[in-house]
């Protein structure tokens, strides 16, 4: 199992609107990434989220990404994710975009897709159907490995065109591409992610135990696959957890019982109706951190990870049991410092890491090199046009 941290400009309260705060909490969160990069996570995901203050001021994460692909070494920079509806990004752009940090990023690029968070989200870009994404990005998805394998592509489709062939440039970094990853909010979509071939992204509040049903039809679907949007099938799990764990098991404790936890979950209430939505306190109602009696059924429930690096070690194994391929963490989360974020990135990746992630290769680098391409490099057969590099008899 492999393992990785999730970044999304949670600026909770008061500093959502004091740009100095803003300010360091997005450079703080590369430092965040770097740090991870260090300690074995094979993983960091850059949300797309637009308009929702206080939950996320991440919107431009191809920019991060671009910053992180010249500030790490090892980790795998994910879109978490790329909103590939043409009315939001047009397709080409995504296309091109994609394929850039394919080569600056040394193949390390994830390309995970969706159609935004919610209603609200969509909103801030004038749409305001949320169900009309839905075909948005069926009509985008086939056609972005076309783009990446023809140089005459066209298009004629339900919400876009491209009626004059062209060569969408770059081409990514071959053999094969980016992986595609489909975020997995609403359970129907775990069965579609795996009919299509993609990873599921998991980004839930949910137990590990609610999700296992979940990852059950995302395998149900990818073994039924028999056309994946990509060149490759990419068979993997990726579930997001909470998680405090340090050296000194009362520490990790504690964090977990402060005042400010659960407010993050509160926004998923506001602004998510694409997801079910978490239990608890809904936001703008105050959050109920856990009591520490409380705390060990939240961990038994596997709502959390929680304790030294061994209980981490212990709690892990449902994840393990129920087929997740990767756990991600949202830092620096509630009620959780910079600092203590970064001192549990070390811990964990020096303490737990190891226990799990036996193999140096990046489980996608696996399958990509499966890939086989799927449409003709050109959809008619071009005409030779002499150019300055021909040869003169």
Same mark, same amino acid.
């Given at each position: 199992?492999?393992?990785?941290?999730?970044?999304?400009?949670?600026?909770?309260?008061? %500093?959502?609107?004091?740009?100095?705060?803003?300010?360091?909490?997005?450079? $703080?969160? *590369?430092?965040?990434?770097?740090?991870?990069?260090?300690?074995?996570? %094979?993983?960091?995901?850059?949300?797309?989220?637009?308009?929702?203050?206080?939950?996320?001021?991440?919107?431009?994460?191809?920019?991060?990404?671009?910053?992180?692909?010249?500030?790490?070494?090892?980790?795998?920079?994910?879109?978490?994710?790329?909103?590939?509806?043409? $009315?939001?990004?047009? /397709?080409?752009?995504?296309?091109?975009?994609?394929?850039?940090?394919?080569?600056?990023?040394?193949?390390?690029?994830?390309?995970?897709?969706?159609?935004?968070?919610?209603?609200?989200?969509?909103?801030?870009?004038?749409?305001?159907?949320?169900?009309?994404?839905?075909?948005?990005?069926?009509?985008?998805?086939?056609?972005?490995?076309? *783009?990446?394998?023809?140089?005459?592509?066209?298009?004629?489709?339900?919400?876009?065109?491209?009626?004059?062939?062209?060569?969408?440039? &770059? %081409? &990514?970094?071959?053999?094969?591409?980016?992986?595609?990853?489909?975020?997995?909010?609403?359970?129907?979509?775990?069965?579609?992610?795996?009919?299509?071939?993609?990873?599921?992204?998991?980004?839930?509040?949910?137990?590990?135990?609610?999700?296992?049903?979940?990852?059950?039809?995302?395998?149900?679907?990818?073994?039924?696959?028999?056309?994946?949007?990509?060149?490759?099938?990419?068979?993997?799990?990726?579930?997001?957890?909470?998680?405090?764990?340090?050296?000194?098991?009362?520490?990790?404790?504690?964090?977990?019982?402060?005042?400010?936890?659960?407010?993050?979950?509160?926004?998923?209430?506001?602004?998510?109706?694409? *997801?079910?939505?978490?239990?608890?306190?809904?936001?703008?109602?105050?959050?109920?951190?856990?009591?520490?009696?409380?705390?060990?059924?939240?961990?038994?429930?596997?709502?959390?990870?929680?304790?030294?690096?061994?209980?981490?070690?212990?709690?892990?194994? &449902?994840?393990?049991?129920?087929?997740?391929?990767?756990?991600?963490?949202?830092?620096?989360?509630?009620?959780?410092?910079?600092?203590?974020?970064?001192?549990?990135?070390?811990?964990?990746?020096?303490?737990?890491?190891?226990?799990?992630? %036996?193999?140096?290769?990046?489980?996608?680098?696996?399958? $990509?090199?499966?890939?086989?391409?799927?449409? &003709?490099?050109?959809?008619?057969? /071009?005409?030779?046009?002499?150019?300055?590099?021909?040869?003169?008899?």
């Amino acid at each position: 199992m492999e393992f990785g941290i999730f970044l999304q400009g949670y600026l909770p309260g008061p %500093k959502a609107h004091d740009t100095d705060a803003e300010h360091i909490a997005l450079t $703080r969160e *590369m430092e965040l990434a770097q740090a991870a990069d260090r300690h074995g996570f %094979k993983f960091v995901w850059l949300t797309e989220h637009h308009g929702l203050t206080e939950y996320s001021h991440l919107s431009c994460n191809e920019i991060d990404a671009g910053y992180l692909a010249a500030s790490t070494r090892r980790i795998h920079i994910g879109a978490g994710i790329f909103n590939i509806s043409p $009315r939001v990004n047009h /397709p080409v752009r995504t296309a091109e975009k994609v394929a850039t940090l394919d080569h600056l990023t040394n193949r390390r690029f994830e390309f995970g897709t969706g159609r935004g968070a919610g209603s609200h989200e969509i909103g801030t870009l004038n749409i305001h159907d949320k169900e009309s994404t839905r075909a948005d990005y069926d009509d985008v998805i086939y056609e972005i490995v076309r *783009m990446w394998e023809q140089k005459d592509y066209t298009y004629h489709g339900t919400h876009w065109d491209m009626d004059v062939p062209h060569n969408v440039l &770059p %081409k &990514p970094w071959g053999p094969g591409h980016p992986p595609f990853w489909l975020a997995v909010g609403s359970p129907a979509t775990w069965e579609k992610a795996g009919r299509l071939g993609q990873g599921a992204l998991g980004f839930t509040f949910s137990s590990v135990h609610d999700v296992a049903p979940w990852i059950e039809a995302y395998k149900k679907g990818i073994s039924e696959c028999t056309d994946p949007v990509g060149e490759f099938v990419n068979d993997n799990v990726m579930i997001t957890t909470a998680v405090r764990c340090s050296t000194d098991r009362a520490v990790a404790r504690e964090q977990a019982t402060r005042p400010g936890n659960g407010y993050l979950p509160s926004m998923v209430s506001l602004y998510h109706d694409t *997801m079910p939505g978490p239990g608890g306190s809904r936001w703008p109602k105050p959050p109920r951190p856990p009591r520490e009696d409380q705390l060990d059924a939240l961990i038994d429930g596997g709502y959390l990870l929680c304790g030294s690096p061994e209980e981490v070690c212990e709690q892990l194994q &449902p994840f393990v049991d129920y087929g997740a391929s990767q756990v991600c963490f949202g830092l620096p989360g509630d009620a959780t410092s910079y600092e203590e974020a970064l001192a549990t990135i070390e811990t964990f990746g020096t303490k737990v890491i190891p226990e799990f992630d %036996k193999d140096p290769v990046v489980s996608t680098d696996h399958y $990509r090199a499966l890939a086989k391409p799927k449409f &003709p490099t050109f959809n008619r057969e /071009p005409l030779h046009i002499p150019t300055l590099y021909d040869t003169v008899d």
